[in-house]
């Protein structure tokens, strides 16, 4: 997967709040020269969800804490661009009997960009126009990526 000696790697690990007490998982970071290679392996999505698709995105805040995951803050944005083009938009989550895996090389930041920094999954799907954040409803899961 390291393409040399200077790649890194970072993880976080997913966890469903009161929305989703199953939902687990684990996202995982590898920084390449063409990009960062995004995998992310979930359990327990809710069936509740017509359509299956669950937002994804990291999230600039540092924590989890708070109720609906309030420490996460809003989608990593470093330029202020408009949604759907944040550093921290990605392909939402298709739910297969409850589990999801999903792979995608971005340019968008760096692993460096993204520590300290929490992914969330949300309730539903995004829609790529609404701003500020495309309307994919409440968080539902967290995780906090860190190296390693």
């Known amino acids: 997967m390291y393409q040399n000696k200077n790649d890194f790697q970072a993880s976080a690990v997913i966890r469903g709040g009161q929305e989703a007490p ?3 998982g684990v996202a995982r970071f ?4 063409d990009g960062v290679l995004v995998t992310i392996r979930v359990t327990g999505l809710p069936a509740e969800n017509p359509g299956g698709f669950f937002g994804l995105h990291i999230h600039g805040g540092s924590g989890c804490a708070g109720e609906n995951f309030a420490g996460t803050g809003g989608h990593f944005n470093p330029a202020g661009t408009p949604h759907p083009a ?3 938009d990605l392909p939402p989550l298709l739910s297969c009997g409850g589990r999801a ?3 995608v090389l971005t340019d968008r930041f760096t692993v460096a960009d993204i520590i300290g920094r929490t992914v969330v999954i949300h309730g539903g799907s995004d829609d790529f126009r609404s701003q500020p954040a495309g309307d994919a409803g409440t968080k539902i ?3 906090v990526i860190k190296w390693g």
């Open 22 to 24: 199953d939902l687990s």
């Open 30 to 33: 590898f920084q390449r020269s």
């Open 86 to 88: 944040h550093a921290g």
């Open 101 to 103: 895996y999903l792979a």
């Open 141 to 143: 899961a967290c995780g």
